[in-house]
């Protein structure tokens, strides 16, 4: 059998990790007659007696084949490590998945990839920005890589999808589930639409540990990280750190020192982050490969250009929307003041106002 369909089925075999599977690679043994091991010859390659046992009595081409089958019919390509589609960025990490599971356009993974990533519990400051990044990237042909996570990896997907930009969804489980159970419909539209990658084969149960493995694969086929709210143990943080490590460009987006959200970000500056306030400050970085409709960049920051009153409602406003009344409560403004200053906000198009007096900034 030829090695690329062997090293599938090693990948595919319960109980061979990352790290036995390069054991098997390592040894003298010729790998690529392994459905002919005994236990004996699976123990040489630093397998323990009871998996060899298994191996010696379960793993064999007819095995192999049906794993493959069960693939083709899912629609799944699995890539190994030898295929030329496999990322070439991720061939340069220290741990590259032996094999990844594809649904969708592989050729996005030799894209333009910039990872876009944050908190799952974003302000309405990080929802407009993630939106704004997003939508310029992909204009000039950029390639969204996240997790398809709840928050900021769902808005990017989305915003990438709306704008008919290309985006790849790394998960967090086999190729086969969805998690969380909300993005099912988006989980199909990036299937359809752009791309979605695992390296849990099919039917592998879900598990939170599996999520940090998935964190090193965003950073690993991507050109840059863009971190655009997180907190000091947000799991964002964790992606940044593999995106240094393999040698990656790191951006991360400022925000309110008052806000948990941005502690991470604010963070990540201080460490030598490259500062993203508008979509320029990323795009710069990859102009001579970048290709697409010419835009101009626009601030994705107005606040600036208030006052100090605008300021402090505008800085409430990006924690969550709030309604006139509870906007008076927290302030402890009188009426014409507050709306005052909300008439202001909206006018220099920095708020807007929602049916049932509920104000959100744009």
Avoid at 38 to 63: K, T
Avoid at 73 to 98: A, C, H, N
Avoid at 337 to 362: F, N
Wanted: aromatic share 6%; net charge negative; charged share 25%.
């Amino acid at each position: 059998m030829d090695r690329r369909s062997m090293l599938i089925g090693l990948h595919e075999f319960p109980g061979l990790g990352w790290k036995r599977i390069e054991g098997i690679l390592r040894k003298e043994k010729q790998w690529t007659e392994a459905c002919h091991f005994q236990a004996g010859d699976w123990m040489e390659c630093g397998v323990e007696s009871e998996l060899a046992l298994r191996l010696a009595d379960e793993f064999d081409e007819a095995w192999i084949k049906t794993r493959l089958t069960l693939m083709e019919r899912s629609g799944v390509q699995p890539i190994t490590i030898f295929d030329p589609e496999y990322p070439i960025l991720m061939k340069e990490t220290v741990k590259p998945p032996w094999v990844l599971y594809a649904i969708g356009n592989t050729e996005l993974l030799n894209g333009i990839t910039i990872a876009m990533i944050g908190t799952r519990i974003p302000t309405a400051y990080g929802r407009r920005v993630a939106e704004d990044l997003t939508e310029a990237l992909c204009t000039k042909g950029a390639v969204i890589v996240s997790g398809l996570a709840r928050g900021i990896d769902g808005i990017c997907h989305e915003a990438a999808i709306r704008c008919n930009g290309s985006t790849i969804a790394v998960l967090g489980t086999a190729i086969d589930t969805v998690y969380p159970s909300e993005h099912s419909g988006l989980c199909r539209m990036i299937a359809e639409r752009g791309l979605l990658l695992s390296e849990y084969p099919i039917g592998t149960k879900s598990h939170p540990g599996l999520f940090p493995q998935r964190n090193r694969i965003i950073a690993g086929i991507s050109r840059g990280t863009v971190v655009v709210e997180a907190d000091v143990r947000s799991g964002s943080l964790i992606t940044a750190d593999q995106a240094l490590e393999a040698g990656r460009d790191v951006f991360a987006v400022p925000g309110p020192i008052t806000s948990p959200k941005s502690r991470g970000t604010l963070g990540l500056l201080k460490q030598g982050a490259k500062i993203v306030t508008e979509p320029s400050d990323i795009l710069e970085e990859y102009e001579q490969e970048l290709k697409g409709t010419d835009t101009k960049s626009r601030p994705l920051l107005t606040i600036n250009e208030l006052t100090n009153e605008e300021r402090k409602i505008y800085h409430m406003l990006e924690q969550e929307d709030f309604t006139f009344d509870r906007l008076r409560e927290q302030t402890a403004w009188e009426f014409g003041h507050l709306h005052s200053v909300l008439l202001s906000l909206i006018m220099k198009k920095a708020v807007v106002q929602l049916p049932g007096s509920v104000y959100k900034i744009i």
